[in-house]
C-alpha cells in the first residue's frame, strides 16, 4: 500500500480558493492514478477527482466541474487538487488514494485504508 499524505486544507470563505497536495516518499506513487476524495458530516464519503498516471487523463464528479482542477508532478511524488469558487457546501474531509487503473478509481470504495486527510472549512 502507497503511502500517503494530504495537506493544504484550512478555512476560506465563500468563492475563495485553495490548493491541496497529496504527497508519497515512495517511487512507485508515478505508477498509480490518485483520486480525491471528500467526506463531510453525516455524508459518505464520495469522489471528487481522479487523474491517471501520466497526468494526461482526468476525471471530476459533476459537483466540481469547471471549479477544481486536479493535476500531478511526478517529479515530486505530488498531485494536487485546485479547488476555486468555493462554497459551504464544499466543506469536508478531503483524502487522496491510489489505483492502478484511473477509472477503477472514480467508482472504488474498498479502499483497505484511508489517510488522515486534510479538513477544508468554508464560510458563508
Known amino acids: 500500500q502507497v503511502q500517503l499524505v494530504e495537506s493544504g486544507g484550512g478555512l476560506v470563505q465563500a468563492g475563495g480558493s485553495l490548493r491541496l497536495s497529496c504527497a508519497s516518499s515512495?517511487?512507485?506513487?508515478?505508477?498509480?492514478?490518485v483520486a480525491w476524495f471528500r467526506q463531510a458530516p453525516r455524508k459518505d464519503r464520495e469522489f471528487v477527482a481522479a487523474?491517471?498516471?501520466?497526468?494526461?487523463?482526468?476525471y471530476y464528479a459533476d459537483s466540481v466541474k469547471g471549479r477544481f482542477i486536479i493535476s500531478r508532478d511526478n517529479a515530486k511524488n505530488t498531485v494536487y487538487l485546485q479547488m476555486n469558487d468555493l462554497s459551504p457546501e464544499d466543506t469536508a474531509l478531503y483524502y487522496c488514494?491510489?489505483?492502478?487503473?484511473?477509472?477503477?478509481?472514480?467508482?472504488?470504495?474498498?479502499?483497505?485504508?484511508w489517510g488522515q486527510g486534510t479538513q477544508v472549512t468554508v464560510s458563508s
Open positions: 488514494n491510489v489505483d492502478k487503473n484511473v477509472l477503477r478509481i472514480t467508482r472504488r470504495t474498498d479502499f483497505g485504508s
Open positions: 515512495e517511487r512507485a506513487f508515478g505508477d498509480y492514478a
Open positions: 487523474v491517471n498516471w501520466g497526468g494526461g487523463l482526468t
